[in-house]
């Protein structure tokens, strides 16, 4: 008995490195994203120079992700962890140091290629060393840092850019990392060394090529210009680059990732309502603070301290929904989650306009955030229990691969579902505004009154007035673009509730394991 409270106790030490570790990296990310206009000033270059300190990083992940699977069959998780923490803590280091853009985007790529490691590497120490039956906990624990990262990042952020030296934001990390690299040589167990095989080069450079090209024009949002002849090819090329790499994972003896793992349904599905709901958590994570910043006016600090509650009931949730997993296995936790998710999601999207107060906003964010901590976890559980043990790593590769491609189209996806909104409502508005149309007039002549009594020509005046107008209906049109898309992603989540009733029953697939060991991938 004694024996096995240790073992346990061991078990989550050992998780407690590889929070701190995913943590660091998910926040980081999001952190950098309020840094960047700070960066733009101090290294005196426009948005189109500096964005590739986000679009370096975001390429370098899409290009070593799907390699981890096969580190880690050779060195083992424990290493590959160890040196992923090490890589990153030593990108930030650089990052705090750099003098120029160009040197910042060379030392994002360094820290890249550590923090894209750390998350599918985590997910498979998890799974070596907690037994199934404690999985759910687990997870949920670990899903504190994956999810109340990117909420959290906005507050902190904005405090250390607005009270302290920018720098901090990636300097911060080090002795967190260093102190994390001698914690995991300590706690996790090591596995027996593995010969070398053959490595998949066909696989690593399609994938890369296929990845990098795809993530790289997806990353321009609703700002593709597919007249610039570089994205046309660019994604021709990714697709094109992606079918060879689906031909030669599945003829390859030894392929780089496994895709055989996509014939377990419930990992297949898990997948596929994962990325769902990447998309619907895009109507609270990306629009949400356009919408307080952009229409409302608040600062990055003001929108990360509103944001914050949800952050902490996502935490809470996580290894609430987690234990519950555990017990009554994903449908009936993840269904009532996914309700709540879609009720609170169109509530969010009448919030969105200039009448509703922070309370409320706070409050439905709260509520969505229940219904995201309760669903988004054990939705991944069911589908990586559904794994076999050994193909765990190569598993995790794929989905954290998946997850980062469904972050990127999600984002594209909801630019370009407000740009084109907000146009569509411009015009229609804009119509409105003719000299037959009392409101406008009258809107236009209090205006003009308002300008000439602070002194101005009456033709200034009218122009300013008419200026102002076109401010205002711009405004609105973009307020309700932006309400449209949050609405968006409530019918989405519709589809995730569908798509969980065809799961199977996790409770007996979970059953069936605990007396025979796991579902095997059929060869």
């Known amino acids: 008995m004694e024996e096995k409270k240790s073992s346990l106790l061991n078990s989550w030490l050992a998780?407690?490195?590889?929070?701190?570790?995913?943590?660091?990296?998910?926040?980081?990310?999001?952190?950098?994203?309020i840094a960047l206009p700070k960066m733009m000033a101090v290294f005196g270059v426009p948005l189109d120079d500096a964005k590739w300190i986000l679009t370096s990083y975001t390429l370098a992940l899409g290009a070593i992700i799907p390699l981890t699977g096969y580190l880690q069959e050779i060195f083992?998780?424990?290493?590959?962890?160890?040196?992923?923490l090490a890589m990153f803590t030593l990108g930030s280091l650089l990052c705090g140091f750099a003098w120029s853009n160009t040197t910042m985007i060379v030392f994002r790529i360094v820290q890249a290629i550590g923090g894209g490691m750390i998350m599918p590497v985590?997910?498979?120490?998890?799974?070596?060393?907690?037994?199934?039956?404690?999985?759910?906990l687990a997870l949920g624990f670990w899903g504190i840092a994956a999810m109340a990262a990117p909420a959290t990042g906005p507050?902190?952020?904005?405090?250390?850019?607005?009270?302290?030296?920018w720098r901090l934001i990636f300097t911060?990390?080090?002795?967190?990392?260093?102190?994390?690299?001698?914690?995991?040589?300590?706690?996790?167990?090591?596995?027996?060394?593995?010969?070398?095989?053959?490595?998949?080069?066909?696989?690593?450079?399609?994938?890369?090529?296929?990845?990098?090209?795809?993530?790289?024009?997806?990353?321009?949002?609703?700002?593709?210009d597919w007249g610039k002849i570089e994205n046309p090819i660019l994604m021709t090329l990714g697709c094109l680059s992606l079918v060879l790499f689906v031909v030669n994972e599945l003829t390859h003896p030894e392929p780089l990732l496994d895709l055989k793992v996509l014939k377990l349904f419930d990992f297949s599905i898990s997948l596929v309502i994962?990325?769902?709901?990447?998309?619907?958590?895009?109507?609270?994570?990306?629009?949400?603070?356009?919408?307080?910043?952009?229409?409302?006016?608040?600062t990055a600090m003001q929108t990360g301290l509103i944001m914050l509650p949800s952050a902490l009931v996502v935490g809470v949730m996580m290894p609430i929904s987690g234990s519950l997993f555990d017990k009554f296995g994903a449908k009936p936790i993840v269904i009532p989650g996914l309700i709540i998710l879609a009720i609170s999601s169109y509530d969010l999207s009448t919030a969105i306009n200039l009448n509703s107060s922070k309370e409320t906003i706070v409050l439905i964010s709260c509520i969505r955030s229940i219904g995201l901590g309760l669903a988004m976890m054990p939705i991944s559980t069911v589908g990586m229990n559904a794994v076999s043990r050994e193909m765990v790593g190569k598993a995790s590769a794929l989905n954290n691969t998946i997850r980062q491609i469904a972050g990127s189209l999600s984002?594209?996806?909801?630019?370009?579902?407000?740009?084109?909104?907000?146009?569509?409502n411009y015009s229609k508005l804009a119509e409105q505004i003719t000299t037959y149309n009392k409101t406008s007039n009258d809107t236009i002549g209090l205006l003009t009154k308002t300008y000439m009594h602070a002194g101005l020509p009456q033709g200034t005046s009218k122009g300013m007035a008419v200026s102002q107008l076109t401010k205002m209906v711009q405004g609105q049109a973009a307020m309700d673009a932006m309400a449209y898309s949050?609405?968006?992603?409530?019918?989405?989540?519709?589809?995730?509730?569908?798509?969980?009733?065809?799961?199977?029953?996790?409770?007996?697939?979970?059953?069936?394991?605990?007396?025979?060991?796991?579902?095997a991938i059929e060869q």
Do not use: C, H, W
Not at 509 to 517: A, R
């Open 15 to 33: 998780l407690s490195v590889v929070i701190i570790g995913t943590f660091m990296s998910i926040l980081d990310s999001s952190i950098v994203n």
């Open 76 to 84: 083992g998780p424990k290493k590959i962890y160890m040196f992923a």
């Open 122 to 136: 985590g997910m498979s120490i998890i799974y070596q060393i907690f037994p199934r039956e404690k999985i759910g």
């Open 155 to 165: 507050t902190l952020g904005g405090y250390i850019i607005e009270k302290m030296d």
């Open 172 to 224: 911060v990390n080090v002795p967190i990392g260093i102190v994390g690299v001698i914690l995991a040589g300590i706690l996790l167990e090591g596995t027996e060394k593995k010969p070398f095989k053959s490595f998949d080069v066909i696989g690593f450079l399609s994938s890369t090529i296929g990845l990098v090209s795809v993530l790289y024009v997806l990353g321009e949002g609703s700002s593709i």
């Open 274 to 298: 994962s990325s769902v709901l990447t998309l619907a958590l895009m109507g609270g994570a990306y629009v949400l603070p356009l919408f307080l910043q952009n229409v409302r006016g608040y």
């Open 411 to 424: 984002i594209t996806i909801m630019t370009t579902l407000i740009q084109s909104k907000t146009d569509y």
């Open 486 to 519: 949050v609405a968006v992603t409530a019918a989405i989540v519709i589809v995730a509730i569908l798509l969980t009733l065809s799961m199977r029953d996790s409770k007996k697939v979970k059953e069936q394991q605990d007396k025979g060991g796991t579902v």
